[in-house]
């Protein structure tokens, strides 16, 4: 039997990762490397997307022809949330094997978990999941914690700062921009390509420490240890967390609406 962990603390994954952002990113220009640009083109292309790389900013252009002004900032600091992005990806696809052991509409089923539950779903819900990670061959201690994630996954939002429902294709949208400390209206781009990196095993691989996909940049992103705690899982609360840190803090990142209307660079 497999005895390693089938899924990881959701929420403690969000807090430390965040964590792990706000003190180790530097405010700073992003020079991207010629290897990340031609991968990431290429990858843009297969979707039917036009990218053009600038010295500190890129212009996509959509399949209907509309641009996005975007700092290459945003793709060093996208690289960070996408252990997180990987792992809701998981949770929501084991989700999705309950909900169809049990022969539910997926969208009505994770609504219903949403707005409220009973002991007896509980049971069932935690009975079927644990069944399914048995199946993938979990030891039963792993598959007993694990059916307790998934359960406070679909009926928790708090626990893993979720806003969307997860039968969204965006679900991880409001995840994302919390950890980054970004604004939606106007850097919501950012979790499309966490979702690039977090699709693509190249591009996944290749951001997992900055040296590796910018020329100025040093540190590791997404490869932090994340340990189990001793306690049970709480609503993530990174702020309050870091506050109580002794550690020195690291500027955030603030970009306005006037820096993307007002980017210019030097093609390279």
């Known amino acids: 039997m497999n005895n390693k962990r089938v899924l990881r603390n959701l929420n403690q994954l969000i807090r ?6 706000k003190n180790s990113f530097e405010l700073t220009e992003v020079i991207l490397t010629k290897d990340f640009m031609v991968k990431y083109t290429e990858c843009m292309k297969k979707q039917g997307y036009q990218i053009e790389f600038f010295d500190s900013t890129a212009i996509i252009t959509t399949p209907t022809f509309k641009n996005i002004f975007l700092p290459n900032q945003w793709f060093a600091i996208a690289a960070y949330a996408v252990d997180v992005f990987r792992e809701l990806m998981k949770y929501k696809s084991y989700l999705e094997k309950v909900i169809s052991k049990k022969g539910e509409k997926k969208d009505e089923f994770i609504k219903r978990m949403k707005s409220g539950t009973n002991l007896n779903e509980k049971e069932d819900f935690i009975r079927i999941a644990h069944n399914i990670f048995l199946e993938d061959n979990f030891d039963s201690s792993s598959s007993d914690k694990a059916a307790e994630y998934l359960w406070k996954f679909v009926t928790d939002y708090s626990w893993w700062s979720g806003q969307k429902t997860i039968d969204r294709g965006d679900f991880f949208l409001s995840v994302v921009l ?3 400390n970004l604004v939606n209206a106007s850097q919501s781009y950012v979790a499309d390509i966490v979702s690039m990196y977090g699709n693509n095993h190249e591009l996944y691989r290749m951001v997992s420490d900055l040296a590796s996909f910018t020329t100025n940049l040093e540190g590791t992103t997404y490869t932090i240890d994340i340990s189990e705690p001793d306690e ?5 609360n990174p702020q309050a967390e870091e506050a109580n840190s002794d550690k020195p803090k690291k500027h955030k990142i603030v970009i306005s609406a006037d820096d993307i209307t007002n980017m210019k660079g030097k093609k390279k």
């Open 178 to 180: 919390n950890m980054l």
């Open 16 to 21: 430390v990762s965040t964590i792990h952002y």
């Open 232 to 236: 049970p899982p709480r609503p993530a």
